[in-house]
């Protein structure tokens, strides 16, 4: 997000009209790599914002490097739970701020075993309680073979979602297949006996990254708005398993993968006028 803080505002401004209620910032640890904190600048940006339209964000967590050295973690969860006390972070389930989880198979050898990784997610759940008055409500983001997988068991997640949920056959498929896609990862998780919040793609395109595997058909702003519309209609027919009442969207801007919601030169805000459009009737 935000080549700018002037573009920041307008993607800002852009969101809120569209009806989504917050964003997932990809985290990156400043020691992860050399000049790794610049991918840090779009939550900077949005948190600079001096109005931020009741438009929130949360963070996705990444696995290994991305969560800086091992030996510093109790700093790093510092300014974890310092941001969790934003006000423009995401609760749910009352006062629980929401963290995703990505490749977490890398946390056991980036820890150094199953018991130091549950610990340090065990000191997070802690030091967040302790400063923020809330236990964080901790989503994996897996794919379905992962179900059963070692990390899952030491970390103790709270929820299972995705960070996209793709096919792994075909080539150029239609965009209806994605969302049956979609709808398999849910079911997936669900007979598992998790808790789930639904990935809903706004589209997968991985051909500008040489990704292989199948690639979809670009969404229509409508097609679009439908898939969320099912998420969130299977998050309210599956309340028990889905108390954080939310969907995640791929993506905001990840155009060179594919999915994507914010304003674009050949269709502008046309997408988000569908998703409000579709809010608007199913909030009626």
Same mark, same amino acid.
């Given at each position: 997000?935000?080549?700018?803080?002037?573009?920041?505002?307008?993607?800002?401004?852009?969101?809120?009209?569209?009806?989504?209620?917050?964003?997932?910032?990809?985290?990156?640890?400043?020691?992860?790599?050399?000049?790794?904190?610049?991918?840090?600048?779009?939550?900077?940006?949005?948190?600079?914002?001096?109005?931020?339209? /009741?438009?929130?964000?949360?963070?996705?967590?990444?696995?290994?490097?991305?969560?800086?050295?091992?030996?510093?973690?109790?700093?790093?969860?510092?300014?974890?739970?310092?941001?969790?006390?934003?006000?423009?972070?995401?609760?749910?389930?009352?006062?629980?701020?929401?963290?995703?989880?990505?490749?977490?198979?890398?946390?056991?050898?980036?820890?150094?075993?199953?018991?130091?990784?549950?610990?340090?997610?065990?000191?997070?759940?802690?030091?967040?309680?302790?400063?923020?008055?809330?236990?964080?409500?901790?989503?994996?983001?897996?794919?379905?073979?992962?179900?059963?997988?070692?990390?899952?068991?030491?970390?103790?997640?709270?929820?299972?979602?995705?960070?996209?949920?793709?096919?792994?056959?075909?080539?150029?498929?239609?965009?209806?297949?994605?969302?049956?896609?979609?709808?398999?990862?849910?079911?997936?998780?669900?007979?598992?006996?998790?808790?789930?919040?639904?990935?809903?793609?706004?589209?997968?395109?991985?051909?500008?990254?040489?990704?292989?595997?199948? *690639?979809?058909?670009?969404?229509?702003?409508?097609?679009?708005?439908?898939?969320?519309?099912?998420? &969130?209609?299977?998050?309210?027919?599956?309340?028990?398993?889905?108390?954080?009442?939310?969907?995640?969207?791929?993506?905001?801007?990840?155009?060179?993968?594919?999915? *994507?919601?914010?304003?674009?030169?050949?269709? /502008?805000?046309?997408? &988000?006028?569908?998703?409000?459009?579709?809010?608007?009737?199913?909030?009626?």
């Amino acid at each position: 997000c935000g080549d700018s803080q002037e573009v920041m505002d307008r993607e800002i401004a852009f969101a809120k009209a569209g009806g989504i209620s917050y964003w997932a910032f990809c985290y990156y640890h400043p020691k992860s790599w050399e000049q790794a904190d610049a991918y840090n600048y779009g939550w900077r940006r949005f948190l600079a914002a001096a109005d931020k339209k /009741g438009l929130r964000f949360c963070f996705i967590l990444q696995g290994g490097k991305h969560l800086g050295p091992a030996n510093e973690w109790g700093t790093t969860l510092s300014q974890f739970t310092d941001l969790f006390q934003n006000s423009a972070y995401q609760r749910v389930c009352g006062n629980r701020p929401l963290l995703f989880v990505f490749t977490g198979e890398k946390l056991i050898s980036h820890f150094g075993s199953a018991e130091a990784a549950a610990s340090a997610f065990k000191a997070l759940r802690e030091a967040s309680k302790k400063n923020c008055g809330g236990d964080p409500y901790i989503v994996a983001q897996i794919w379905p073979h992962q179900i059963q997988a070692d990390f899952l068991k030491a970390i103790q997640f709270d929820a299972l979602s995705a960070y996209s949920a793709p096919g792994d056959k075909g080539e150029n498929e239609p965009y209806a297949k994605l969302q049956e896609m979609n709808r398999w990862y849910w079911e997936q998780f669900k007979a598992a006996g998790c808790e789930v919040v639904p990935l809903v793609n706004a589209g997968w395109d991985g051909r500008p990254r040489n990704y292989t595997g199948a *690639w979809y058909q670009h969404a229509t702003p409508k097609e679009a708005a439908n898939a969320i519309n099912e998420g &969130l209609d299977w998050v309210l027919q599956n309340s028990a398993i889905a108390p954080a009442k939310t969907v995640l969207v791929y993506a905001w801007n990840e155009h060179d993968e594919g999915g *994507w919601l914010c304003p674009t030169l050949d269709e /502008g805000p046309a997408r &988000l006028d569908a998703i409000k459009a579709m809010q608007d009737t199913f909030h009626k």
